[in-house]
């Protein structure tokens, strides 16, 4: 079960994300109700895959590595934002150094 | 990089560590708990910023979530007392290349911030609203 709050807590925080990027850097008002309320649903579904039994290690590293990388994913595919193969690589690096912290 | 870049990325960066460790110092005492919504609202706050000058979110979001995570692991043995293990170890310098790559190979106007409406629009950077994060 804890795997489903966990992977609720990724989208629900990837969905916060990409209305950052919609909102123009706070200057769409209306964004900020959805950035506010998936930010807040991503930490609750957190909490509960806590609370279901996974280690906190664990929990973070996948949340915040899975995140970066669906981030990047998504926002290149929905705003064609573009990424050097230099960045890319360096974001790989990031997913990889963040499972390495949190499982260590 | 940009000095505003720079700024807002340490700012947001900043935030969110000093949120983390508070959230950890809440456990055993709830004082903290304040402290922990002001300063993660904070971060998003100044992250979305970000978005303003047209950064590419991709690179500013792993830059940002990879940094807090390698401070926290850093600063969980000064204030904490924890220990690191090799993995984590390596796992942080792993994340210092990677975030040393993704800033040297993205630049403030790679991404298309024209879809997203023009970022030194209405409101001017830095004009009060830094004011109210700091």
């Keep these: 079960m804890s795997w489903v709050w966990l992977a609720l807590s990724i989208l629900s925080e990837v969905a916060g994300t990409l209305c950052l990027r919609a909102s123009a850097g706070l200057q769409r008002r209306v964004w900020f109700i959805p950035v506010v309320i998936s930010y807040t649903a991503a930490f609750l579904f957190l909490s509960r895959t806590l609370a279901a039994g996974m280690p906190l290690g664990v929990a973070y590293g996948l949340w915040a590595a899975c995140g970066v990388a669906l981030v990047c994913l998504l926002s290149r595919v929905i705003w064609k934002d573009s990424l050097t193969r230099r960045a890319l690589i360096g974001i790989g690096c990031i997913v990889v150094g963040v499972i390495l912290v949190e499982a260590g | ?134």
């Design chain 2, 1 to 134: 990089m940009s000095p505003r870049r720079i700024l807002l990325l340490t700012g947001a960066i900043v935030a969110e560590v000093a949120a983390t460790l508070m959230l950890r110092a809440s456990v055993a005492d709830p004082i903290w708990i304040p402290g922990v919504v002001v300063l993660y609202a904070a971060a998003f706050f100044i992250l979305g910023l970000t978005q303003r000058l047209g950064m590419p979110l991709g690179a500013v979001y792993a830059t940002w979530s990879a940094s807090g995570v390698a401070l926290v692991a850093v600063l969980g043995v000064v204030f904490f007392g924890e220990l690191l293990s090799i993995g984590a170890i390596i796992g942080i310098a792993v994340i210092i290349i990677g975030v040393i790559l993704v800033e040297s190979g993205s630049s403030d106007d790679s991404g298309t911030p024209d879809d997203a409406g023009t970022p030194d629009g209405p409101v001017a950077p830095g004009s009060g609203y830094t004011e109210v994060t700091e």
